[in-house]
């Protein structure tokens, strides 16, 4: 069964340094998607790209993230300046029409 | 905006009985879909079952099953035969009809199985 993949799955910098999360979603899937989750809290929705371009993002998805879906396949998102609070799990979903599905999540710990 | 409210930050069942989860959700909308996934200690996102707005019918998935509620706004999933491997947060989501639409989560809750 096609799955959503992450890389890597945990990724350890310190603050002030780029880092770019990497995603392939299901193939045939048209919908993709960003969120995060601070341990112990609630899973945030961070932004949503069709059709090569940001269809919704959210007030967390500041000028210091981006997206990219450079190839056929991979989905980014990078994060220029990564501060303290940027420490969270990072999950990718991509969806055919409006079931999502999730990749493992990158851990993301900022130093 | 919608807004989703999971009221049991905790719940705990005994192994083979059944255990119900709760979910309220406010909107204006009257198209939408809702969701149940689970997020064992891996921390992977498990869709476990889905429902639309439109369709009466409640939603089954095997030992998993939903109580739909669209007046009240109420959305709660039913375990029946609760197993070792149920054990896992479980959040609740909203989502909108229209396109590429995002998932709107509740808190989660906890739930314990005991053996």
């Known amino acids: 069964e096609p799955e959503v993949t992450q890389t890597p799955s945990h990724q350890v910098t310190q603050m002030g340094q780029e880092v770019i999360l990497r995603c392939v979603p299901i193939?045939?899937?048209?919908?993709f998607y960003w969120y995060r989750q601070i341990l112990g809290q609630k899973v945030e929705f961070l932004v949503s790209?069709?059709?090569?371009?940001?269809?919704?993002k959210s007030e967390i998805f500041d000028d210091q993230f981006s997206v990219e879906r450079p190839d056929g396949s991979n989905f980014t998102l990078k994060i220029r300046s990564t501060k303290l609070e940027d420490s969270a799990m990072y999950f990718c979903?991509?969806?055919?029409?409006?079931?999502?599905?999730f990749g493992p999540g990158t851990r993301l710990t900022v130093t | 905006a919608q807004t989703v409210t999971q009221s049991q930050p905790e719940m705990s069942v005994q192994e083979a009985e059944t255990v119900t989860l709760s979910c309220t959700y406010d909107?204006?909308?009257?198209?939408?879909?809702l969701f149940w996934y689970k997020q064992p200690p891996s921390r992977q996102m498990i869709l476990v079952i889905r429902?639309?707005?439109?369709?009466?019918q409640n939603a089954t998935e095997n030992r998993f099953s939903v109580n739909f509620q669209k007046a009240a706004k109420s959305f709660s999933l039913k375990i029946s035969d609760s197993q070792l491997g149920d054990a896992a947060m479980y959040f609740c989501?909203?989502?909108?009809?229209?396109?590429?639409?995002?998932?709107?989560f509740g808190a989660g809750t906890i739930l314990r199985v005991k053996s």
């Open positions: 979903a991509s969806s055919p029409h409006y079931e999502q599905y």
């Open positions: 193939s045939n899937h048209l919908y």
């Open positions: 989501a909203y989502r909108s009809a229209g396109k590429g639409g995002k998932l709107v």
């Open positions: 909107t204006s909308e009257s198209d939408y879909y």
């Open positions: 429902q639309e707005a439109y369709k009466q």
């Open positions: 790209f069709y059709n090569n371009e940001i269809s919704e």
